[in-house]
């Protein structure tokens, strides 16, 4: 069952890339070889730039700290990105990564509010007038700190992360919408036929 619509009076969408537009893998995506678009995901981004909503990332990208590959290769898999979406009319308007590991405590990683306030700040949007979507537990934590609000899709992790936070928290519910991908989340938040 779907929770209630968040809809975006300023309309900025920042998004999660790896399960939320692309398909995530526990062993990295390392190359733009590996980077493949989730079925719809493309088309939803373009669909939310027609409707003129600004789109932007926000991603952790750890794989730079853990010498997995580096930032050429990361703007790679961008490159790649920003093409396919090209050819559908889509663009990406920001990208945000924090190329960090987990124990360098820097403000940019999620579950931390970094880029979450940094893509706000770029677009003179107050954070709480933005909305995230995401498929895990640090994205939830990360749009709870910033005061932004939150949609978890269930590519990626997001079936594993509310299966975890109902578990956590011993009841059925949770606190934020959930739908099946960014391409339900876009159909429900436009309409099947714009």
């Given at each position: 069952m779907k929770n209630s619509l968040v809809a975006n009076e300023s309309k900025l969408i920042i998004l999660?890339?790896?399960g939320v537009i692309n398909y995530d893998s526990d062993d990295y995506?390392?190359?733009p070889e590996e980077w493949m678009p989730i079925s719809g995901s493309l088309e939803a981004i373009s669909r939310l730039n027609k409707a003129r909503y600004k789109v932007a990332i926000a991603t952790n990208q750890s794989g730079i700290a853990r010498g997995y590959y580096n930032i050429d290769v990361l703007e790679g898999m961008h490159v790649k990105m920003r093409a396919l979406l090209a050819k559908l009319g889509g663009t990406i308007d920001y990208i945000a990564y924090c190329p960090h590991g987990p124990r360098d405590d820097c403000f940019c990683r999620k579950p931390k509010p970094g880029m979450l306030l940094e893509i706000s700040k770029a677009f003179s949007i107050e954070p709480k007038n933005a909305v995230f979507i995401g498929d895990s537990v640090?994205?939830?934590?990360a749009a709870k700190a910033a005061n932004m609000k939150f949609v978890l899709v269930k590519t990626g992790k997001g079936e594993r992360s509310l299966i975890s936070e109902r578990?956590?928290?011993n009841e059925l519910g949770f606190p934020y919408p959930v739908f099946d991908s960014l391409l339900d989340y876009v159909e429900n938040l436009l309409g099947v036929n714009q």
């Open positions: 999660d890339r790896d995506i390392k190359s640090t994205d939830t934590e578990s956590k928290k």
